[in-house]
């Protein structure tokens, strides 16, 4: 059975930086793009980041450019997302997700994910 785990959520000031991670199992994990969803209260899910199998291609929504860092160690079955310079507009509860053949390019959408974890919550104090 595919599990999808994410971790390193937490409550930071605005500035602060945050790095979540995602491990995934029983899945052949350099066989999918693997991204990063957010969802805050009130708002609909947003595609925040993708990265192709091989780490060439990366996505980012307008809104974190230039702020987060996605990446992935394929020989661990992880994906990272780094993020820096948080707002409070951050807060929300991000979800990893693995899709097969989304190929991350130029977007990143819940349409052809196959498996999401669980979330982890992020919060930022202005």
């Known amino acids: 059975q595919v599990q999808v785990v994410e971790s390193g959520g937490g409550l930071v000031q605005a500035g602060g930086s945050l790095r979540l991670s995602c491990t995934a199992s029983e899945l052949t994990f350099d066989d999918y793009t693997m991204g990063w969803f957010r969802q805050a209260p009130g708002k609909e899910r947003e595609g925040v980041s993708c990265?192709?199998?091989?780490?060439?291609?990366?996505y980012y929504v307008d809104s974190v450019k230039g702020r987060f860092a996605i990446s992935r160690d394929n020989a661990k079955n992880t994906l990272y997302l780094q993020m820096n310079s948080l707002k409070p507009e951050d807060t929300a509860m991000y979800y990893c997700?693995?899709?097969?053949?989304?190929?991350?390019?130029?977007?990143?959408?819940?349409?052809?994910?196959?498996?999401w974890g669980k979330g982890t919550l992020v919060t930022i104090s202005s």
């Open positions: 990265i192709s199998w091989s780490g060439h291609r990366t």
């Open positions: 997700a693995a899709a097969r053949y989304d190929y991350c390019l130029g977007s990143w959408s819940d349409d052809g994910v196959d498996y």
